[in-house]
């Protein structure tokens, strides 16, 4: 008997194959062990889903936004009790370290459902008094939301765009990332498990051109919510907007980590690293340039090459693992024609580079780049400019907070970033000129989920998270009458 997963489209409350002949092969990072295989879906897939999301629209928004509230905690208190198998499922198909996807994408996908009920049940909407009228805000479904995610995060993601979309009374056609798409299957699983009405959420396998792209541009999808990178980013956008879509794209990042001269090194150390190094370098939000003021750069690097080389790489499966592989061989290939790159741009690697080494042999066919540490690089060099997405940090001096924040803004980037000060205040008005959708002082990732999430510039358009996500996913509706 095979060992390989095989997953099927969940549409109108089924399972169903998809309409065509290929499978698409998914690998294990860690040891390119096949695992399981997703149909190629087409179209014809996606007219279905959407059809069935449809037909399931307005029952699904005659429903009170309570009632709605209260099926995602159904939904949450259903993955919460899979949420082993959700953390050793993301571990598996992403060679994340399995505390990561215990701590980190189980966790959050369950408080997702529960924090968005809790956003449903607090939910009011606004009246604006005039002296003769009074105007009266409704929130009002969009209708089929068709939602696309990538691989870094899956589950943790793609909740974040379930939950909000069907909280406002959407229907949902999601597009999970081709290369990790069992925990999306998981999440269909619950969501029949509890009975959610047939054709609310539905979900379409496949890549990105068979699936992703007719799910953008089919006339009766009326919202898409999109991560991932920004060059497909601007191909959804081009498809969306000529249908006038309600569109988020939440999109790719090259966050500055700003190490101020009175930064407390021991104690913020970790964070640094950690700011650098998380799942592999593989979150958006990570910091892969790290500008350090001049007076304490020796002193810096030294200690943060210490804490990078005590980072233990290796099985994902392993409870004191840190670092696990990359999502996939040509990731892998990406990351590594980066650091020749750094090399030939006049960067010294100061450590990694490669595969670990004594990596053990049930893993040499996985996509490992141990932590990698690249100094000498101007700072408008390719490598410390363009998106890397992988375990690679470059490393900046600066002689003055204004040359921090030219270096922090010199990318097309906007999505993140940090500083790490003993001035809170001076670290505070730092923030404020840094051209990203989210700041950290003193902490990375820290997150309130009531707050705005999203970038500037090229890191994307529009906001989600708390009242935020709300509102896209929804119309508001002005009523306003006379007296
Ligand atoms: P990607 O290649 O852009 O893919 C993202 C999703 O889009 C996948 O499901 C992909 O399908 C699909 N897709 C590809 N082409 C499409 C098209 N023409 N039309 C519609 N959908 C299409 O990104 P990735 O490599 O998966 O993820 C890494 C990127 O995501 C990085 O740039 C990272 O910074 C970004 N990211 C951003 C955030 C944020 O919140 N800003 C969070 C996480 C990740 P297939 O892959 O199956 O072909």
């Known amino acids: 008997m095979s060992d390989i997963t095989e997953l099927s489209n969940f549409i109108n409350g089924e399972w169903r194959p998809a309409n065509c002949e290929h499978w698409i092969e998914d690998y294990s990072p860690a040891n390119g062990a096949h695992i399981a295989r997703i149909p190629c879906s087409s179209s014809e897939?996606?007219?279905?889903?959407v059809e069935a999301a449809l037909d399931a629209a307005d029952n699904w928004a005659n429903l009170s936004i309570a009632e709605r509230a209260d099926w995602l905690d159904t939904i949450a208190g259903a993955l919460e009790e899979r949420a082993e198998e959700v953390a050793q499922l993301e571990s598996l198909d992403t060679g994340k370290p399995i505390s990561l996807a215990r701590s980190v994408d189980a966790?959050?996908?369950?408080?997702?459902?529960r924090f968005f009920a809790e956003q449903g049940r607090e939910?009011?909407?606004?009246?604006?008094?005039?002296?003769?009228?009074?105007?009266?805000?409704?929130?009002?479904?969009?209708?089929?939301?068709?939602l696309i995610t990538p691989w870094n995060l899956p589950l943790y993601l793609l909740s974040w765009k379930v939950a909000p979309a069907l909280l406002m009374g959407n229907t949902v056609v999601a597009k999970p990332s081709e290369m990790t798409p069992m925990t999306a299957s998981l999440l269909a699983e619950v969501i029949e498990d509890v009975g959610l009405p047939?054709?609310?959420f539905n979900l379409v396998h496949g890549n990105g051109i068979d699936a992703g792209a007719p799910l953008t541009s089919h006339p009766d999808v009326n919202l898409i919510s999109f991560t991932g990178g920004t060059t497909t980013g601007r191909e959804v956008a081009k498809s969306a907007s000529s249908g006038f879509k309600k569109l988020s794209l939440e999109l790719g990042g090259k966050n500055a980590?700003?190490?101020?001269?009175d930064v407390d090194i021991e104690n913020m150390i970790h964070g640094i690293v950690r700011a650098s190094f998380l799942n592999q370098g593989q979150v958006c939000l990570c910091g892969s340039r790290i500008l350090i003021h001049e007076s304490i750069y020796d002193t810096f690097v030294e200690a943060f090459l210490n804490a990078v080389a005590n980072m233990v790489v290796g099985d994902p499966a392993d409870e004191g693992t840190e670092l696990g592989?990359?999502?996939?061989?040509?990731?892998?290939?990406?990351?590594?024609?980066?650091?020749?790159?750094?090399?030939?741009?006049?960067?010294?690697?100061?450590?990694g580079g490669g595969a670990p080494v004594g990596i053990p042999q049930a893993f040499e066919n996985g996509y490992w780049v141990s932590p990698t540490v690249i100094d000498g690089l101007a700072p408008d060099s390719r490598c410390s400019t363009e998106e890397i997405f992988g375990p690679v940090v470059t490393l900046h001096p600066f002689s003055d907070d204004e040359e921090a924040i030219e270096i922090a803004n010199m990318t097309d980037?906007?999505?993140?970033?940090?500083?790490?000060?003993?001035?809170?205040?001076?670290?505070?008005?730092?923030?404020?000129?840094?051209?990203?959708?989210?700041?950290?002082?003193?902490?990375w990732l820290h997150r309130d989920l009531r707050v705005p999430f999203g970038g500037v510039k090229n890191s994307g358009v529009g906001r989600e998270g708390g009242r935020w996500s709300l509102g896209f996913f929804s119309e508001a509706i002005n009523i306003c009458v006379k007296h």
């Open 123 to 146: 939910f009011e909407s606004e009246v604006f008094e005039m002296s003769d009228a009074t105007n009266r805000v409704v929130y009002k479904p969009v209708g089929v939301a068709g």
């Open 413 to 443: 980037y906007g999505l993140a970033g940090s500083i790490w000060t003993a001035d809170i205040e001076a670290g505070s008005a730092m923030a404020e000129q840094i051209d990203s959708g989210m700041i950290w002082v003193n902490c």
């Open 198 to 200: 047939r054709g609310v």
């Open 257 to 261: 980590t700003i190490i101020r001269a």
């Open 45 to 49: 897939d996606i007219d279905a889903a």
């Open 325 to 351: 592989a990359l999502i996939s061989a040509a990731h892998r290939d990406k990351v590594l024609s980066y650091i020749d790159l750094a090399e030939e741009e006049g960067g010294d690697i100061l450590c």
């Open 107 to 113: 966790a959050r996908s369950v408080a997702n459902f």
